[in-house]
Structure formats: C-alpha cells, structure tokens
C-alpha cells in the first residue's frame, strides 16, 4: 500500500529523535580535559520549537549520554529523554508501556543500525541524508539535509506544514 505522508505527518503524536548523527553531525569532539562538546544547528533548534508549537510531542532516544545532550534536550523542551540505549527497539516499548498506544502514532528519524528498530516500531522512519546506505534502505522516506546540518528542521516544517 502505498503511504499517505501529508495524512500521516497530519496525525501524529511523536516524532522520535536520535542524537548524534541526527541533530548533531555525528562526530565527537572533546575538550583539553576529556570533556565531550557537540554542535547543535540554531536552525534545527527553531524546527522543535514550531514541532511543540504544532502540539507534536517529542522523545529522544540515544546511543550516548552526556552533559551536553543533556542541556540541549532540556534546552529544547523535548518531552522524554532516554539515553544510553542502543537497544532502541526496547527502549520504545518502554515509552508505549508509559504512554500507551498514541507513541505508535509517532515518526522516527535516525542515521545509524540501531535506529532501524525504531523504524519498525514507528509509522514511518526517515533517514537523514548521510544515514548508512542500510539505514537509507530501511527508511520510509529520506531527507535532503545531513544531520546536524537542518535535516531535524527539514522533518518539523515538512510536519508543520502538514498539519496546516
């Protein structure tokens, strides 16, 4: 069959986020004392704003932890953070057991193997531009920017307009 993606992006409830790779570029910096720094786009930051504004909830699931995912998340208001699970497959059968069947309802956008559980478990996966070629292949749809570089901005105005 074949999907309606202005139907569905209308009607979800969730879009689920991975972290690095997604809304960072994926690479690991670290500071003079070991800490890790990450760069996050401004822009990609005002998508989740007009996503919460369009009464879209938000989850990130990610592979890693650390302060600076943290703040940002906080930051940007997303609803629930679950870190340091690369099994992302349980990891959204916890959410469904905490909020019932409407995280079925929910999109998921990622760029690496694990993701793809997620992808199987949403409505419709989307990988962003720079995703591995079987993250790509798994994906419903993908996107035109690389992640860290507007693919999260990319997804909420295709969302937002959606919803419009």
């Known amino acids: 069959t074949v ?3 202005e139907e569905i992006l209308k009607n979800i409830k969730w879009v689920i986020f991975d972290i690095d790779g997604v809304m960072t570029d994926g690479k690991l910096y ?3 004392s070991g800490e890790e720094l990450k760069v996050f786009n401004v822009k990609d930051g005002h998508g989740l704003k007009m996503l919460k504004n369009a009464g879209v909830k938000m989850a990130v699931i990610s592979g890693r932890g ?3 995912l943290e703040q940002r998340v906080k930051e940007m208001k997303i609803d629930v953070a679950i870190y340091n699970r690369s099994d992302k497959g349980l990891a959204f059968d916890e959410l469904e057991k905490k909020f019932g069947s409407e995280i079925k309802n929910s999109i998921c956008v990622g760029d690496d193997l ?3 559980e997620l992808f199987e478990k949403c409505k419709l996966g989307f990988a962003v531009a720079n995703a591995v070629d079987e ?3 798994k994906a419903n749809f993908i996107l035109k920017n690389n992640g860290g570089e507007g693919a999260v901005r990319e997804l909420c105005e295709m969302v937002v307009k959606a919803r419009k």
């Open 66 to 68: 650390t302060k600076a």
């Open 3 to 5: 999907l309606n993606l």
């Open 135 to 137: 993250v790509k292949e």
């Open 30 to 32: 670290y500071g003079s």
């Open 114 to 116: 694990p993701d793809i």
